[in-house]
Each structure stands twice: as structure tokens, then as C-alpha cells.
């Protein structure tokens, strides 16, 4: 196993929920279990991946990470600190050392400021630098990300889908972080454009030796991009695995199944899709008529391989069969 003081980044036993508020006294009636245990770390310099169908709480382990939303239990140590329990100074320190890059390129950029604003907004809240040197900094910053430093003066609406994402980039940049979190970046650009954003973050990361945490859907641009891969699954992660482990041996069902639907040129393989049955159940009800019985592997209601152990306990993320020390599966077969 990796010494634990290598991780730049480690969450441990991370949960957040969200109260489900019910009556005229809005008593709680229950919670939505958005994350539910998720553990992992990222060694500096490295690029996890955090993937799953939309629902299963990507999104959301990165907002408690940063404390965007509250989490309900567990840590989150970035070198060794524990964000959710540092105090307002202490975490506006640490925020200052991770960004954020977020799916929707044209909405996370302010329409009413332009670029220069922009780019330069974390410098002035952190009071970094102002004046000459503020301007210089952010023309620096431009050219990094491949636009031009004569932008400066546009506003977001005058720039395309990539082009709003390399600025969304170059504000992440701004403060010189150690880690990046990168929500979808990539997901709502055209396929030729995808390439070119992956690409630069990769000559990023390795002129700046950046760290990222990096959410995705697509299983095939996370092959390309990230070291190690977490599948996660209604809250939970179900597998972790190097990227060219995960990819050449994938253990739990659920992963089994994404990856067959990974579309390829290689034709014979479509005979061998894995198909998901029904649909991702409820958070809200965990009972037998939403799919879900109160206890066992969440995934068991559209498992083709389910046993006995599935319907009596959740299993926990453990070392899977013969596999190498740095593959994990949540599964009652392993």
C-alpha cells in the first residue's frame, strides 16, 4: 500500500446527507444518502477519476470536499489538514490551494464581467497582487490556456464553448493551486474540442505538477486522462483499480456493464455488452417496492450474478481475489 503521507488528498468515511423534511413543523422524516462512505486518496501529481451514471453523488463528493455543501461525517485531510473541520481562516488557506473547473463553460463565468475580470477575481479576493502586476498576470495566464492576452475586454458571450472553458481554466490557474477538481469538464464541448482541453490540462499538469480530482461519465476519456479510476455507485464506491488495471480486469458488474458501453470500432465486442437492467433506484425510499430492501448491496436489484450474501449486507471495498494490491471491489463474489 501507498504511504498515506504521499496523498495530496485524502477522504475517509466522507457522507453527506440531505434532510427530507415532511409535515407542517418540517420534522425530518428521513435523510437522501448522497455520499455514504467514499475513501480515497491521490498522491501528488496524479489524476483520480471519479466516475458513475448521473445521480450516483460524483458531484457532490467534490462540493463537500470544498465545503460548498456541509458533509455529515468523515475527513477530508489535504496535506494533512482536515478541511471540514478547519475554521474560516484556516479554510479560506486551503481553498486558496484548490481549484475548481466546472461542466457548464458558459455558466460558471460571470456575463456581466469581462475575461480580464475574470481570471483576475481570485487574485484580488485573496489580495495577491493588484494594478500593473494583476493585468500582466492574467495576459500570462491567457496565453497559458492558448487564448489571446487582446481578449481581456470581452465578456462570455462572445466566445465559444472551448473557448469559455480554457478561461474557466485559466481562472482555476490564477491562484497557483496544488489540486484541481474538475467537475465534467469536458462533457458539454464537442468531441474534436475535447480532445484539445484534455490535452492542455495534461501539459498543465505536468509544467505545474498539478494534482487533480477528475469527475467524468465517460469512461473512454477517463481511460485517457486519469492514473487511478473509483467507480461509484449510489453514493458508494463499488471498485478502485489503476486505470490499465481497471480497464483489462473490471471485477464488480456495475463496472463491467459501463465499460461494455464504451462504443468502440471493434465490432465483435457489441455482441458482448453487458446491458443494465431497470433503472438507478431511489435514494428517497430504500424499501422493497422502490427495488431497494432495507439492507444488502445496493446494487443487487439489477445484478445478473446476485447471491445470498447480497440481500443480508452491504460489502465493504476490500483487495479483489488475486488481483494487485491496488484493486478494490465492493462485491460478495471477491
Keep these: 500500500m501507498v504511504n498515506t503521507n504521499n496523498y495530496l488528498l485524502k477522504v475517509d468515511g466522507l457522507r453527506t446527507y440531505f434532510p427530507i423534511k415532511k409535515g407542517l413543523l418540517r420534522r425530518t422524516a428521513g435523510y437522501v444518502k448522497a455520499v455514504d ?3 480515497f486518496g491521490i498522491e501528488k501529481g ?14 457532490t463528493v ?14 477530508v485531510l489535504f496535506e494533512q ?6 475554521d474560516k481562516v484556516e479554510l479560506r488557506r486551503l481553498r486558496s490551494q484548490i481549484s475548481l473547473i466546472f461542466q457548464d463553460p458558459y455558466g460558471s463565468l460571470n456575463p456581466r464581467m469581462t475575461i480580464g ?9 485573496h489580495k495577491r497582487v493588484t494594478g500593473s502586476e494583476l493585468t500582466e498576470r492574467v495576459m500570462v495566464l491567457l ?14 458571450h462572445e466566445f ?48 505545474f505538477g498539478l494534482t487533480f480530482l477528475f469527475i467524468a461519465h465517460d469512461l473512454a476519456v477517463v481511460e485517457f486522462f486519469c492514473n487511478i479510476v473509483a467507480v461509484m455507485y449510489m453514493g458508494r464506491i463499488v471498485e478502485q483499480a489503476t486505470a490499465q488495471e481497471l480497464y483489462r480486469n473490471p471485477l464488480h458488474p456495475y463496472t463491467r456493464a459501463l465499460i461494455s458501453a464504451v462504443p468502440e470500432l471493434d465490432r465483435p465486442r457489441q ?5 443494465l437492467g431497470g433503472e438507478v433506484p431511489s435514494v428517497l425510499n430504500r424499501s422493497p417496492q422502490s427495488g431497494v430492501p432495507p439492507t444488502g448491496c445496493p446494487y443487487q436489484a439489477r445484478c445478473p450474478r446476485r447471491q445470498s450474501d447480497c440481500l443480508e449486507q452491504i460489502p465493504a471495498l476490500k483487495r479483489g481475489g488475486n488481483t494487485s494490491d491496488e484493486h478494490f471491489v465492493a462485491c460478495w463474489r471477491y
Design 160 to 207: 465559444s464553448g472551448g473557448q469559455r472553458q480554457r478561461i474557466g481554466i485559466a481562472r482555476a490557474l490564477t491562484l497557483k493551486p496544488k489540486l484541481i477538481i474538475c467537475d465534467e469538464p469536458v462533457s458539454a464541448l464537442d468531441v474534436s474540442i475535447q480532445s484539445q482541453i484534455l490535452n492542455l490540462l495534461k501539459d498543465l499538469q505536468e509544467e
Design 143 to 156: 496565453l497559458k490556456v492558448g487564448l489571446s492576452p487582446d481578449y481581456m475586454n470581452r465578456y462570455a
Design 37 to 39: 462512505g467514499v475513501s
Design 46 to 59: 496524479q489524476t483520480l477519476g471519479l466516475v458513475g451514471e448521473s445521480g450516483c453523488g460524483k458531484t
Design 117 to 125: 475580470n475574470i481570471v483576475g477575481e481570485p487574485l484580488k479576493v
Design 62 to 75: 467534490a462540493r463537500s470536499i470544498v465545503r460548498l455543501v456541509p458533509a455529515t461525517a468523515g475527513k
Design 271 to 275: 455482441s458482448r455488452r453487458t446491458t
Design 81 to 86: 489538514r482536515d478541511i471540514l473541520s478547519a
